[in-house]
């Protein structure tokens, strides 16, 4: 079983960034794919951004792309999410996770390890 931990959440004004990490520790060998979602209040968890390692391919919700990046530093087993250009309905918790699969996939229900979440608020 994977530990994931994220971090680097916090305020920011619109049009701001921020940069999510998130650490594994455990069981942290294979190509499973990994995953950032974010899950607003009152709303169900929504996937963000993608990274498939077998595949090299990274893919990104609509809503997110060409303003999120999503990329990992293998030697230190973390993940990170980039993102720019913030919008005040990006506000959420959001979650890294790993797949127990290791093709490209967006469904919640694909990811079995999820991390704590970090909170992510954006003025306007």
């Known amino acids: 079983q994977v530990h994931l931990v994220e971090s680097g959440g916090g305020l920011v004004q619109a049009g701001g960034s921020l940069r999510l990490s998130c650490t594994a520790s455990g069981r942290t060998s294979g190509d499973y794919t990994m995953g950032w979602f974010r899950q607003a209040p009152g709303k169900e968890r929504k996937f963000v951004a993608g990274l498939s390692r077998t595949r090299n391919s990274r893919y990104y919700a609509q809503s997110v792309k060409g303003r999120f990046t999503i990329s990992e530093d293998n030697t230190k087993n973390t993940l990170y999410l980039q993102m720019d250009s913030l919008k005040p309905e990006d506000t959420a918790v959001y979650y890294c996770?790993?797949?127990?699969?290791?093709?490209?996939?967006?469904?919640?229900?694909?990811?079995?390890?999820w991390g704590q979440g970090t909170q992510v608020t954006v003025s306007s």
């Open positions: 996770a790993q797949s127990f699969l290791v093709l490209s996939t967006s469904s919640p229900s694909d990811f079995r390890s």
